[in-house]
């Protein structure tokens, strides 16, 4: 009896079979026609690795355990001990952590650009610098990487661009389309979308970097697992009606934030008092995404008040989710960095970053003003 499932059925299996020698032939001679292992490569994996590269127009993906391990197989990609990156120095605090701590004891040293510097790096290079890691909208503090000029400013120099796209998606920018050699997600966040999945997708812009990244993770055991693959595969499906909403609620709470004479600045792309405003337009059109931050008055007693009140945005450090959450980079994603690194972005007691959810946004809005009330 043939089987014809509509759904890809979960592959929750270490290893696969061969009827014989020629099996095993075929899977070393012709990659990509059989599984063998699956650290190696599992149909589950495989399938939300092709999804999200066709989403990004790329030229091969692999899927990961983490949006770290993402982080970590597009630098080595490109680097060995000896050689130096370039980071925004508006960046997830993780990936500080990455650089700093792991990837400098293993010889690859890093240095930090301000965003104001970033299109011109000049000074900033180093005769072994081979890449640039970014954010296509920062993490805390939404600023917008102008992609293009990026890609351009480090082709120039022989720099390879590689962008983490997990706060816009591919919904809102394909850095690929504008020059970028690697763009990357942690699929823990938009692209599963539903807070029970830890995952990451590498995608390259060449098929060679995209073998590259396949050797990488297979060697290092970076592979997602079949089920961790199968959940966020289903998440994928429903992205396009998420972000929308996501986007749509997060104009509304922005907007409303920064009417609030409590509220110190908001960072919200979506905002036309963003810096970054119409370059948000260019290359995401009109929706900005689900994440935003904003400033309250640099007293934790103050802060934490407002967090005791809200009832639909719980401390909860991560983001992406369905359900609202709020998050403190200051006492989660950026307490790795130096003191003086955290005043220089303004990463203070009071900037609070919001994960806006696809609720009811009047209930949203209700919910943060009387949180704010009381701050």
Same mark, same amino acid.
């Given at each position: 009896m043939e089987i014809h499932p509509k759904i890809t059925p979960i592959y929750q299996t270490s290893v696969f079979k061969f009827e014989d020698l020629d099996g095993i032939a075929q899977y070393f001679d012709e990659p990509g026609s059989r599984y063998m292992y699956s650290r190696n490569g599992n149909p589950n994996s495989d399938e939300l690795a092709e999804a999200v590269n066709r989403l990004e127009g790329g030229q091969g993906a692999i899927a990961t355990g983490s949006g770290m391990a993402a982080i970590l197989a597009a630098i080595l990609a490109y680097c060995e001990a000896g050689d130096h990156v370039l980071c925004a120095a508006d960046i997830y605090g993780g990936s500080a952590a990455l650089l700093n701590q792991e990837l400098n004891r293993l010889g690859i040293s890093v240095s930090y650009v301000p965003f104001e510097k970033l299109y011109d790096l000049k000074l900033h290079l180093q005769p072994r610098t081979r890449l640039l890691l970014a954010e296509t909208m920062s993490n805390p503090l939404l600023r917008v990487v102008d992609l293009r000029t990026l890609a351009e400013e480090c082709h120039q120099h022989n720099v390879k661009l590689v962008i983490d796209n997990t706060f816009?998606?591919?919904?809102? @920018?394909?850095?690929?389309?504008?020059? %970028?050699?690697?763009?990357?997600?942690?699929?823990?966040?938009?692209? %599963?979308?539903?807070?029970?999945?830890? %995952?990451?997708?590498?995608?390259? %812009?060449?098929?060679?970097?995209?073998?590259?990244?396949?050797?990488?993770? +297979? @060697?290092?055991?970076?592979?997602?697992?079949? +089920?961790?693959?199968?959940?966020?595969?289903?998440?994928?499906?429903?992205?396009?009606?998420?972000?929308?909403?996501?986007?749509?609620n997060a104009l509304a709470i922005a907007e409303m934030l920064d009417r609030h004479p409590v509220v110190q600045a908001v960072n919200y792309p979506g905002l036309p008092s963003h810096a970054e405003h119409q370059l948000a337009i260019a290359q995401g059109g009109t929706q900005f995404g689900? +994440?935003?931050?904003?400033?309250?008055?640099?007293?934790?007693?103050?802060?934490?008040?407002? +967090?005791?009140? @809200?009832?639909?945005?719980?401390?909860?450090?991560?983001?992406?989710?369905?359900?609202?959450s709020l998050s403190h980079p200051l006492s989660t994603s950026h307490r790795a960095l130096t003191l003086e690194q955290q005043q220089r972005l303004g990463i203070t007691v009071g900037l609070v970053r919001l994960s806006v959810g696809i609720e009811l946004k009047e209930e949203l809005l209700i919910d943060l003003e009387q949180a704010l009330g009381q701050a």
């Open positions: 816009a998606t591919p919904l809102l @920018t394909r850095p690929i389309a504008y020059g %970028a050699d690697i763009t990357l997600h942690s699929v823990t966040k938009y692209l %599963a979308g539903h807070s029970d999945v830890t %995952a990451g997708v590498v995608v390259a %812009a060449e098929p060679e970097t995209a073998a590259r990244l396949r050797q990488i993770g +297979m @060697t290092l055991g970076l592979t997602l697992s079949p +089920m961790e693959s199968w959940l966020a595969v289903r998440g994928l499906k429903t992205l396009r009606l998420r972000v929308r909403e996501h986007s749509a689900g +994440m935003l931050s904003f400033r309250l008055p640099d007293d934790e007693k103050q802060v934490n008040q407002f +967090m005791r009140r @809200t009832q639909r945005f719980p401390f909860a450090p991560s983001l992406a989710g369905v359900d609202s």
